[in-house]
């Protein structure tokens, strides 16, 4: 079960789908569907429509996020988005290193650790993405990415910071595919990902950090994953873009509420 003191984070990334009628017929219905305040619950729908998507977020407990930021305030950075820019539209919760945004975009580790000390800096919750590909994975190699992503992406991150973060353990060979990890090896990167930020910084901080699974979660497997110890949650992509499909994961998730 959930420790009492890890509010659940269930996380809906939309990516580049949606028109803005659709974005508004989602989240309309997301909202009216929602049964409780026992899991946090954000959407990441595209930049564009931030502002639509936040006048409604506004009216409910449900978080506005944004899909990435830019490192930097302001500036020459033609197509970035600044983390004043989203706070201006409402945003309160901004991923960092999403598998999508390091292996097709081909962002680095440090950009990635860039991004989230700007994110926190501006007091907004990152969610910090990590996870090995497929041929990582059969090379044995997840634990050793897991850690070395982890530490890259906090490296400068205070303990006193860590509140303004969650880590998303995303298989990337599991995001899209259909392919989910099983319970016991989602819980076993989840415990290890827990271990390392107790060693990071200390068994207080690892207790506390919220860590959710990245990798295909559906209404058929949620309560299974987040039923596991070390599973806080998940972050969502094909299944948060139907109110249905959204809306079963997050009460998978409030029953998982001690």
Not at 63 to 88: N, R, V, Y
Not at 156 to 185: N, Q
């Amino acid at each position: 079960m959930t420790q009492p003191n890890r509010t659940p984070f269930v996380g809906g990334n939309w990516k580049m789908n949606t028109t803005a009628s659709e974005a508004i017929t989602l989240i309309d219905a997301v909202q009216s569907g929602l049964k409780g305040d026992l899991v946090e619950v954000a959407v990441y729908p595209p930049f564009v429509y931030l502002r639509e998507i936040g006048s409604r977020c506004a009216e409910s407990d449900i978080l506005l996020g944004a899909q990435d930021c830019w490192h930097e305030p302001s500036g020459a950075f033609t197509g970035e988005i600044s983390t004043t820019m989203l706070k201006d539209c409402g945003v309160t919760s901004v991923l960092t290193g999403h598998s999508e945004r390091r292996h097709v975009i081909g962002e680095s580790d440090e950009l990635v650790n860039l991004k989230t000390k700007a994110a926190i800096g501006a007091g907004l919750v990152a969610v910090l993405c990590v996870g090995e590909t497929l041929e990582q994975r059969e090379n044995g190699q997840t634990d050793a990415v897991n850690e070395s992503q982890i530490k890259a992406g906090l490296a400068g991150v205070g303990k006193d910071e860590l509140g303004k973060v969650v880590i998303a353990y995303e298989p990337v060979w599991a995001i899209g595919t259909g392919k989910t990890a099983t319970p016991d090896d989602a819980q076993d990167a989840h415990t290890k990902i827990r271990a390392l930020v107790a060693e990071m910084y200390d068994q207080q901080a690892g207790e506390a950090m919220r860590i959710i699974y990245g990798g295909s979660m559906k209404p058929g497997n949620a309560g299974e994953l987040m039923a596991m110890p070390d599973i806080d949650g998940g972050l969502i992509g094909g299944a948060s873009l139907t109110a249905e499909d959204f809306l079963a994961i997050i009460d998978a998730g409030a029953t998982q509420k001690v």
